[in-house]
């Protein structure tokens, strides 16, 4: 009969290393693949191949037509949310004039009461007559002591007797921001970029996608190498050959245009709704084996 191993040991009063691995206990890698990360040549909010490209001064690569309707939404609702804004501006002032006529009137009925004796004189602007034309607490409706019975009760239960919560809209703000890096974003601000695509016949020949180099070192541009774009003509380079032209001389490879330090702008790389690309980030999931179920609390992922 063969011997109980580590593995089959079930009888124990702890959890051996093993049986904490079938739990899941640990760290937990997983390597992500080529489709999973997005390319460097697609549109940050539709990801597919953009077409007119534009990019903001922090490198986040955008679809002319889909960063300016992005853009022209964001307007909108910023002309939503400040005429919102402006109805319960109005509406709160409204509440306060009459909140203060109200008070009024009551100090006017008060000083009127002490001045005419214990009978109220009522006018009947204010108060209505019943059918026999009576004044005062016999002419209030029966309703009128049940809603304030209801108002005051402590019956939080009753769905009659839940108080409002009033819904307090917040001054917007009136800038637009980015969408993928959140940060102000004005449309002149935006500038075009041009790759420069790759005119080899035998690559036309093997690839129907488009594929592009760096106009100085002829390197065909991956998601691995860094991008840096020109903000004053938007030629895009490999970024060794920025830092080792551009930077040095002041002056595009392409155009010969001039450009300075500040024109340098590095494009963004693809990531994914894991992790940011170029960022050492590390997904941790640990797990409390407790006593009873072996289930325990779960501690989110982390950044490292």
Known sequence: ????????????????????????????????????????????????PFIDPMSCQKGHVF??????????????????????HATQQKQEKDEEEERLILQKAKELEA????????????????????????HGA??????????????????????????DAPVKVEVPSTSTVCPEGNEKLKLKTLFPIYFTEDNCEQKKAKSLDKTYICPSCKVTLTNTMSLVALSSCGHVFCKKC??????????????NKGCKE?????????????????DHLEARDFKHLGSGSGLGLVRPATKT
């Not at 002490?114 to 006018?123: I, T």
């Open 138 to 163: 016999n002419s209030v409706k029966v309703t009128s002591y049940e809603e304030e019975a209801l108002r005051t009760m402590k019956a939080f239960w009753l769905p009659s007797a839940t108080p």
């Open 111 to 134: 000083f009127d009461q002490q001045n005419h004796g214990a009978v109220p004189q009522y006018s009947d602007r204010n108060y209505s007559r019943d059918k026999n034309g009576f």
């Open 63 to 84: 679809c002319k037509e889909c960063i300016l309707e992005c853009l022209l939404a964001q307007k909108k609702d910023i002309q939503r949310r400040l005429a919102a």
């Open 242 to 255: 920025a830092d080792r032209f551009m930077a040095v001389d002041k002056v595009c490879l392409v155009c």
């Open 1 to 48: 009969m063969p011997q109980r191993h580590s593995k089959n040991n079930n009888d124990l009063a702890f959890f051996t290393y093993d049986e904490k691995r079938k739990l899941g206990y640990g760290t937990q890698k997983e390597r992500l693949g080529k489709d999973s990360i997005k390319p460097f040549d697609a549109c940050s909010l539709c990801l597919k």
């Open 262 to 278: 500040r024109n340098l702008v590095n494009l963004g790389k693809g990531g994914t709704g894991f992790a940011g690309h170029g």
